[in-house]
């Protein structure tokens, strides 16, 4: 009889049925075990055929999310559509994940919500005040493309000098 999971999978599964055959083996060696089973299982194409042979059965994305244990918008996310779709965006994915994901602490005066907490307002004060003069703000644009508002109350150091006063930024 054919398999249906690929060879790496079926090489993961084996691994984690001699360990168990041997009494457990050393605990290491199991949690290894589990989690090259996991990974084989998650890159294992049956995975894909599976959920496209559910789908061509008419089953909902509710139920084949049920069954793979995931909601139904994740499940459609990620097996949903052709396979240049779904390749696609999976490298959209990987490429939003090598980017930096916090924000930078060098960046001059202070952020909207810092600029906020100071005052004691909310953010949509702050931006209120800005809108009408009270406040001086400016985006500033990383190199990798990031953009943040920065707001400069009076007397904040750092404040650049040629910001002009309607809060866009320089002239």
């Known amino acids: 009889m054919q398999s249906f999971l690929s060879p790496t999978t079926i090489a993961a599964l084996q691994l984690l049925l001699t360990l168990q ?3 457990g083996g050393p605990p290491l060696e199991r949690l290894r075990g589990i989690r090259s089973l996991q990974a084989a299982l998650e890159q294992d194409p049956a995975t894909l055929a599976a959920v ?3 789908v061509a ?6 139920e084949i999310a049920a069954a793979t244990g995931l909601k139904a918008p994740a ?4 097996w949903g559509g052709t396979d240049g779709e779904i390749s696609a965006r999976l490298e959209a994915g990987r490429k939003r994940s090598v980017r930096p994901s916090s924000v930078p602490t ?3 005066g202070l952020s909207v919500v ?7 307002v909310s953010a949509q004060a702050i931006y209120l005040q800005v809108r009408r003069g009270n406040l001086i703000s400016r985006t500033v644009t990383l190199p990798d493309g990031r953009s943040y508002k ?3 109350p009076a007397g904040i150091p750092g404040s650049p000098p040629d ?3 309607n809060g866009d930024g320089p002239e």
Do not use: C, I, M, T
């Open 106 to 108: 060098d960046l001059p």
């Open 163 to 165: 910001l002009d006063l």
């Open 150 to 152: 920065r707001v400069f």
């Open 114 to 120: 810092e600029a906020a907490a100071a005052r004691g």
């Open 52 to 54: 496209r042979d559910a």
């Open 57 to 62: 059965a008419k089953n909902s994305w509710d």
């Open 75 to 78: 499940a459609k996310w990620r």
């Open 21 to 23: 055959a041997d009494a």
